[in-house]
């Protein structure tokens, strides 16, 4: 009963606000948001999970055409009223088969992975850096730089490109800051035409709805501009890619305590960081060439992740399986001050709920094992010789999408998390990714072939 007054009590306060169509949106296993609209005088029978779905016709859910489709069953405290479209309400929603929530639904996973670690009294809070390119699409579908004047070869904090993009970027800033998001920075990023936007962190849950919802926000106030915004890994081989990264800790569920917080001076190690915060470090790290598939899931993903691209000086992206301080040539840092660390191999193709969920599970069996990540790397490791970096025992991350997907599928963890359905449909539609990859002739190749033999 209290169930179906707290749905009536939303849609009555949706109506008050002029809402006359909701959407529970779900993701499929890249991220993408999928979902049926409802009017919404049909929310209680959308929250009961009347809206079904043919899961063959959905990546990654892992169905055949002659199954019972599954429902989607939208988060009603969760609603967004969409800005540029009041008539529609937006939420994330779980997905559901017969009932029950749905193993290869992300979400559910992700909210699987944080029940265990509650189990272990420990909150999960992420924070997710949003670095997107606001860009035009010429004829022929070529990518281009909207703004003739930004063409610095170090654009980092540009103010002149900063402002010369005002609209769309107030547009979104004003947006997550109505959303109660708490924006609290933003800038012109390392790369023309980059831009991030930083708002505060939360439980992971909460920020994963967020990206999703701020994926779909960007594009729309960029459409409205004719222009494209994406969070495709690299846009440009020549210039800096979009990272994700992924500042996590975990808290006290019973004082809202950051469990990763100690005082640089008190830590032995010196970089502000907790027992525990090493132990999740090792956790992830021991997963992390694993990981790597989640954090980095497409073929443009290993195209960000070098030591240097066609740019003349170092990539921002790390290809170590390493962590260190404020060193960004580690794949976890430690930001000056500690109480958190950074996984920055994440990228904006990430899906949120899956690299969430098997991060935190990496972490949470660093904790249960008391596993030790060893001494912080405070040096350039782009400029270690292969002999020093094996003296370390430092591994390379996976150099290509199809290293990465091996790693995934080898590692009993994720496998433990995932279970072997939503693991498997990972890993298949990654290797047909690349498979496909491979069988397109690239301009590069006929340029460079096609006159030499």
Not at 69 to 77: G, H
Not at 182 to 202: R, T, V
Not at 309 to 336: D, H, K
Request: aromatic share 10%; glycine share 8%; hydrophobic share 40%.
């Amino acid at each position: 009963m209290k169930a179906s007054e707290d749905v009536k009590a939303v849609m009555e306060g949706l109506r008050a606000k002029g809402v006359k169509y909701c959407i529970g949106a779900y993701v499929d296993i890249h991220g993408a948001q999928k979902g049926k609209v409802v009017p919404l005088d049909h929310l209680p029978q959308m929250a009961a999970g009347s809206e079904l779905y043919t899961g063959y016709a959905v990546d990654g859910l892992g169905q055949a055409p002659n199954e019972d489709e599954f429902a989607s069953v939208p988060d009603i405290s969760r609603f967004i009223q969409l800005p540029w479209e009041p008539k529609i309400a937006w939420a994330p929603a779980d997905i559901s088969f017969k009932g029950e929530p749905y193993p290869l639904s992300t979400r559910v996973l992700l909210k699987n992975v944080m029940a265990e670690a509650a189990q272990m009294g420990f909150g999960f809070n992420l924070g997710i850096e949003c670095e997107i390119f606001l860009l035009k699409q010429q004829q022929g579908g070529a990518l281009a730089i909207p703004d003739p004047d930004d063409k610095l070869v170090k654009p980092c904090y540009d103010v002149r490109g900063f402002l010369s993009n005002f609209s769309w970027v107030d547009r979104v800033a004003e947006t997550i800051n109505d959303l109660g998001w708490d924006l609290y920075s933003l800038d012109h990023e390392d790369a023309n035409g980059q831009f991030e936007f930083d708002f505060a962190y939360s439980d992971a849950l909460t920020t994963a709805d967020r990206l999703t919802f701020f994926r779909l926000m960007a594009k729309q106030y960029a459409k409205d501009e004719g222009l494209i915004a994406t969070m495709m890994p690299k846009p440009f081989a020549n210039r800096t890619g979009n990272g994700a990264h992924f500042n996590m800790s975990l808290s006290d569920l019973k004082t809202g305590a950051n469990l990763f917080a100690r005082a640089p001076k008190d830590d032995p190690r010196g970089l502000g960081l907790s027992e525990i915060g090493y132990h999740f470090i090792a956790g992830v790290m021991r997963h992390g060439r694993a990981l790597c598939a989640a954090f980095a899931p497409t073929v443009n993903s290993y195209k960000r992740l070098t030591r240097r691209g066609a740019m003349a000086t170092f990539s921002w992206a790390p290809v170590f399986n390493s962590y260190g301080s404020n060193n960004r040539t580690n794949s976890i840092r430690v930001p000056m001050g500690g109480g958190r660390c950074e996984s920055r191999n994440a990228d904006g193709a990430a899906n949120p709920y899956l690299a969430a969920a098997l991060a935190l599970a990496a972490g949470l069996e660093g904790v249960r094992q008391k596993l030790d990540p060893g001494a912080p790397n405070e040096d350039n490791l782009y400029e270690l010789t292969e002999a020093e970096r094996a003296a370390r025992g430092i591994e390379f991350l996976p150099q290509t999408l199809a290293e990465a997907v091996d790693a995934f599928e080898a590692d009993a963890l994720v496998e433990k998390t995932l279970g072997k359905a939503l693991r498997d449909e990972f890993v298949a539609y990654k290797r047909e990714e690349w498979r496909e990859y491979h069988a397109t002739i690239s301009q590069w190749e006929i340029d460079r072939y096609s006159h030499m033999f």
